[in-house]
């Protein structure tokens, strides 16, 4: 389970990204995220959640790209 506090927006993009990747790396396409702590977020973190399910879905066969 990964936590989601605070903000996620654009200025907060590639510590999201990060966060996700090793999301993937650890859990795949089975990772979990628990968001009860954010107080705002934007089209970021829809588009963190695209790329990391893209990315858990090719894992096996590729490297991770972050």
Do not use: H, W
Not at 33 to 52: A, R
């Amino acid at each position: 389970m990964c936590q989601l506090t605070g903000d996620i927006d654009i200025d907060t993009q590639e510590a999201v990204r990060k966060a996700f990747a090793q999301a993937a790396r650890r859990a795949g396409a089975d990772s979990a995220f628990d968001s009860t702590q954010l107080e705002f977020c934007d089209s970021t973190l829809l588009n963190g959640l695209i790329q990391l399910r893209t990315i858990a879905a090719v894992l096996p066969y590729a490297t991770c790209p972050f």
